[in-house]
């Protein structure tokens, strides 16, 4: 079983998501929710969760700043471990080569597609 935290400051989406996901998926089990950059990194840093499904456009931070903050410290648990999501495709390609992240998709959600890079992400961690 593999951690799931979710990083989005949009209560619904978040709510979509986690359903969505745990409904669909028996490998992997909600490790937490968070709405905030600051809160994110609090756990990021517990080393805890296992995939980071995270929100590009956070209100109190970004989640590049985040990445960012992950690559300076060389956090190698997080490697092709996060599922960025955003509705600005300006965000996506100043991050979406770094290697800490696995796949990317596009707001509105398809949430076929979610459950697809959802899917192959937890086929990679069970394969490591």
Do not use: W
Not at 20 to 46: D, F, H, P
């Amino acid at each position: 079983m593999l951690n799931l935290l979710v990083v989005e400051d949009d209560i619904e989406q978040t709510k979509q998501i986690v359903n969505y996901i745990c409904q669909n998926n028996n490998y992997i089990k909600l490790y937490g929710i968070t709405s905030s950059g600051n809160e994110a990194m609090e756990v990021i840093r517990t080393e805890k969760a296992d995939i980071i499904i995270l929100d590009l456009k956070l209100e109190d931070s970004s989640g590049v700043e985040i990445i960012k903050e992950l690559e300076k410290e060389k956090n190698e648990k997080y490697k092709q471990s996060i599922i960025i999501t955003s509705g600005e495709n300006t965000l996506v390609k100043k991050i979406c080569h770094s290697s800490y992240v696995f796949n990317y998709f596009m707001k509105p959600l398809n949430f076929s597609k979610v459950l697809e890079l959802m899917n192959q992400s937890i086929k990679r961690k069970l394969e490591m």
